[in-house]
T-cell receptor, first 110, second 114 residues
Framework: ELKVEQNPLFLSMQEGKNYTIYCNYSTTSDRLYWYRQDPGKSLESLFVLLSNGAVKQEGRLMASLDTKARLSTLHITAAVHDLSATYFCAVDYSNYQLIWGAGTKLIIKP | EAQVTQNPRYLITVTGKKLTVTCSQNMNHEYMSWYRQDPGLGLRQIYYSMNVEVTDKGDVPEGYKVSRKEKRNFPLILESPSPNQTSLYFC?????????????FGPGTRLTVT
């Protein structure tokens, strides 16, 4: 069965701290996406990871992909309140279809 | 402004009353897709389209229909809605069918079926 598992599903943290969200998947794929969703809003693309070892960084967020371990990480450095959102990873398994994780709800307290 | 639009944004209807949710993109994207989002389940793909007149089922197509007569439009049709189709629906588009590019999402349509 094709599965994408994110953990944790919920994370409450203080501003200034570092943390990592994990995305494990069960199928062979070398394409993985990270999206952000603010409460009541649509989804916004954060990162597109297209090969083993890919690393992308934008501000305080850094994403990486290890296709051999079937694992992607989203690392948050020195968190700020504006990063509070739900983060989704999605794995491309057939060129036209994605399997999505359940999402990680991140709350960053001032 | 490059965007994906959906209408309506909110809809309350009754079981069995046919409805259509429209989706339009102005980015000349080939690939379009419909998802539903339910709490704790992430997004699940309903249907997708690689180009005009080319559509295929996603993971949860039962109870839904789509059409792609023009490149920019991809309406979602519920012929006989049921309460288990109460959900938040998103339309998305992407530049190329291979999905090497990120998808752009519409604002969402919250549907309640009573």
């Amino acid at each position: 069965e094709l599965k994408v598992e994110q953990n944790p599903l919920f994370l409450s943290m203080q501003e200034g701290k570092n943390y990592t969200i994990y995305c494990n998947y069960s199928t062979t794929s070398d394409r993985l996406y990270w999206y952000r969703q603010d409460p009541g809003k649509s989804l916004e693309s954060l990162f597109v990871l297209l090969s083993n070892g890919a690393v992308k960084q934008e501000g305080r967020l850094m994403a990486s992909l290890d296709t051999k371990a079937r694992l992607s990480t989203l690392h948050i450095t020195a968190a700020v309140h504006d990063l509070s959102a739900t983060y989704f990873c999605a794995v491309d398994y057939s060129n036209y279809q994605l399997i999505w994780g359940a999402g990680t709800k991140l709350i960053i307290k001032p | 402004e490059a965007q994906v639009t959906q209408n309506p944004r909110y809809l309350i209807t009754v079981t069995g009353k046919k409805l259509t949710v429209t989706c339009s993109q102005n980015m000349n994207h080939e690939y379009m897709s419909w998802y539903r989002q339910d709490p704790g389940l992430g997004l699940r793909q309903i249907y997708y389209s690689m180009n005009v007149e080319v559509t295929d089922k996603g993971d949860v197509p039962e109870g839904y229909k789509v059409s792609r007569k023009e490149k920019r439009n991809f309406p979602l049709i519920l012929e006989s809605p049921s309460p288990n189709q109460t959900s938040l629906y998103f339309c998305a588009s992407s530049l190329v069918p291979g999905l090497s590019y990120e998808q752009y999402f519409g604002p969402g349509t919250r549907l309640t079926v009573t």
